[in-house]
Structure formats: structure tokens, C-alpha cells
Nanobody, 114 residues
Framework: QVQLVESGGGLVQAGGSLRLSCAAS????????MGWYRQAPGKQRELVAA???????NYADSVKGRFTISRDNAKNTVYLQMNSLKPEDTAVYYC????????WGQGTQVTVSS
């Protein structure tokens, strides 16, 4: 089992920054990929960014150049640095870890005001 706890969401003005953290506990050695997804009201959950245990990253086109995903394997924590935030980035952000099966965090709200 893997447990994920997110933190760092909040309210920020457009153009501002936030950093999300996701701490994993449990059978963490089995985790290969960790990522961040988001879901806005009335929309499907979508991939924001993902990172493998080796450090390879993947980003949604809408966040490239603004968001950076990183991972501290020693702390079993993944981060999402979000800069130049836009109102359309408003969503609940979820952490996901993939080992034998996917695990999800509880989500953290990010609200960007115009």
C-alpha cells in the first residue's frame, strides 16, 4: 500500500506562484512514476506533469515553461512548482503514484484569481 498526502494549494493572483508537495509513505520503493493531475469543475481529470524514478519528465502543453515537476527520492516526495499562474489553472490538483497499481492523493485546491 502507498499513501499520498498533498499540501501547498491555496488562493493566488494571476501571475503568482505556488508549490505543491506530495509525500508518499508505505511501500514507496515500488513506486516508478509519480505525477500531478488536475480536475476543474465540469471537466475531466487531466495530466499536468509526471516524473519517473530516473528523473524523466512529461508535461501537458498548457503548462510547459511555467510548471516544473521534481522529485526527492530520499524523502519520497514529489513537488510541482507552478509559476505564472493563470485563472484557467484553477482546479483540484491530485498526486498520483504508480507501482503495482495507481494510488491517488486526496487532492488540494488551487484557485487563481484574475
Amino acid at each position: 500500500q502507498v499513501q499520498l498526502v498533498e499540501s501547498g494549494g491555496g488562493l493566488v493572483q494571476a501571475g503568482g506562484s505556488l508549490r505543491l508537495s506530495c509525500a508518499a509513505s508505505g511501500i514507496t520503493f515500488s513506486i516508478n512514476v509519480m505525477g500531478w493531475y488536475r480536475q476543474a469543475p465540469g471537466k475531466q481529470r487531466e495530466l499536468v506533469a509526471a516524473i519517473t524514478s530516473g528523473g524523466s519528465t512529461n508535461y501537458a502543453d498548457s503548462v510547459k515553461g511555467r510548471f516544473t515537476i521534481s522529485r526527492d527520492n530520499a524523502k519520497n516526495t514529489v513537488y510541482l512548482q507552478m509559476n505564472s499562474l493563470k485563472p484557467e489553472d484553477t482546479a483540484v490538483y491530485y498526486c498520483k503514484a504508480i507501482s503495482a497499481r495507481p494510488y491517488w492523493g486526496q487532492g488540494t485546491q488551487v484557485t487563481v484569481s484574475s
